[in-house]
């Protein structure tokens, strides 16, 4: 298991609240393992006046028959995207002395204009 990454049940129902259930569906035998990290998120609006929650519906295109359930769709987390760069660079100069170059970029405050 990655550190950060939180274990979770595949193609099981769990009870969220006032009747939101939410599973993970099993990713394909030809699919990477799904990877969920601390702080990823869903959104789930869910509307008073329907009694009901906005969220894509799919069918399954095995099911032909006219009885055949549509699903909701299983959805990507919404975040928590992580960015990287690059904030400045230490390198070694002579003996023990080490030089650090500031890689930041920066701008005068909006109000000095």
């Keep these: 298991m ?3 990454t939180i274990p979770i049940q595949y193609d ?3 009870a969220l609240e006032d009747g939101v259930q939410i599973k ?3 990713p394909a035998p030809t699919d990477e393992p799904y990877v969920f ?7 789930i609006p869910a509307r008073v006046a329907t009694r009901d ?5 799919e069918r399954n ?3 032909k028959a006219e009885n055949a359930k549509p699903m ?11 960015h990287y760069a690059l904030l400045g660079l230490l390198a070694a100069a002579t003996g ?3 030089e650090f170059t500031d890689l930041r970029c920066k701008f005068a405050p909006l109000g000095s204009v």
């Design 12 to 14: 099981k129902w769990f």
């Design 96 to 98: 023990a002395t080490f």
């Design 37 to 43: 990290q601390s702080g990823d998120y869903w959104l």
């Design 72 to 82: 909701r769709r299983a959805l990507p987390p919404h975040g928590i995207k992580h």
């Design 2 to 4: 990655v550190e950060g």
């Design 53 to 57: 929650i906005e969220w894509p519906w």
């Design 24 to 26: 993970f569906p099993a």
């Design 61 to 63: 295109d095995d099911d």
